[in-house]
Nanobody, 127 residues
Framework: VQLQASGGGLVQPGGSLRLSCAAS????????IGWFRQAPGKEREGISC????????????YYADSVKGRFTISRDNAKKLVYLEMDRLKPNDTAVYYC?????????????????WGQGTLVTVSS
């Protein structure tokens, strides 16, 4: 199982970025994928998750209150990719962002419940 997050960078407040999580080594469409972030000196925070699906088309989605209405998660099962579209970014969105899977179809709330992690991608929101 491998996950690789990409798409981070420097963006001005109010701007947008799209992160991607590329997966390999498992039956992608069945498994939930979550996005987490960790700012310096803070605990890792779960911000969004999209569930897996046997049919490949019926997914549940979760957002943390801190990003609800600004971030959008989606997945392309054919390409084995999960996206996190981040709009109206704020300086306190600055963090290293990680994707992970709990190696099951349902989203989990705690980072400790995720078994496989990608390397992080740094998002810096600053003018």
């Amino acid at each position: 199982v491998q996950l690789q997050a990409s798409g981070g960078g420097l963006v001005q407040p109010g701007g947008s970025l799209r992160l991607s999580c590329a997966a390999s080594g498992f039956s992608f469409s069945y498994y939930a994928i979550g996005w987490f972030r960790q700012a310096p000196g803070k605990e890792r925070e779960g911000i969004s998750c999209i569930s897996g699906s046997i049919s490949g088309s019926d997914h549940s989605i979760y957002y943390a209150d801190s990003v609800k209405g600004r971030f959008t998660i989606s997945r392309d099962n054919a390409k084995k990719l999960v996206y996190l579209e981040m709009d109206r970014l704020k300086p306190n969105d600055t963090a290293v962002y990680y994707c992970a899977t709990p190696y099951g179809s349902s989203c989990r709330r705690r980072a400790s419940e995720y078994d496989y992690w990608g390397q992080g991608t740094l998002v810096t929101v600053s003018s």
